[in-house]
């Protein structure tokens, strides 16, 4: 498992300066022995400063470089190593077998990392606000409106009133009748996509409460957001908008899912048996008179 502190890291990297940048980029690569750098070794292996080196942990949310320090050291020691090296990005060299290799363990580690930083408080707050809105406003582009669609699918089968935007005329339509009885979700793995910001801005100006799910934990996205959840999910050079952002993506809506259907434990099961009962008579090899 990858250190949270790395994880925090890669989250933070573009809203940082480039010299904080380098710092934190030394930290990610030598999370293992990072903690044995003096705050001078630091700052040199990064072609920074130690004042640098400071606000980069400030940034992090450490009092100083000290508790960055013992972070660190903790953090590697309970770390496991895979077996292979298996976590660096896919090169033009690599066999088939190793890619394979490499696209599963980032897929897991992807998951594993995003469901050990989750808020828990925050998410409490957001299934909250789904379960008891008037309606969920979903919005989505590229990649991330696969997994809007999927979110729109979910409370739909359990009989939410929910829509799910990728087309930015329609969203921002949808998203100009909303009011404070209503939910606006904002997916975008980078934070930075304007079509999905412009509509989740205006559906918070209508009075929506708005959610925000991003990679990144202080992209533009995070700035119009009444809560933000985050996923810990790493691109690589062959890999943008990789499966394994959206299954970071999907393992954060289906927690908001599952906690909204435990908040309405028995709607949830009459709805899910109706529309069971309603779809199961178009499986070849089923007996369509069946419910």
Known sequence: MTAETVVRARGLLPSLSPAE???AQVIID??????RLTITDLAERAGSSESTVIRFCRAMGFAGYSELRLTLAAEAGRAIEPDE?????ISEGDELAQVVKKIAFADARAVEETASQIDITVLEQVVDLV???RRVDIYGVGASAFVATDFQQKLFRIGRVAYAW???HLALTSAALLDDRDVAFGISHTGTTSDTIDAFTLAGQRGAHTVALTNFPKSPITRVADLVLTTAAR???????AMASRLAQLTVIDCVFVGVAQRTYQQTRTALDSTYAAVSGRRIGTDRRRG
């Open 85 to 89: 090296p298996v976590g660096s990005d």
């Open 21 to 23: 940048q380098r710092v």
């Open 235 to 241: 691109e690589t050079t062959f890999r943008s908008g």
């Open 30 to 35: 030598e999370a293992a022995t990072a903690s």
């Open 131 to 133: 379960a008891g809105a």
């Open 166 to 168: 990728s087309d930015t």
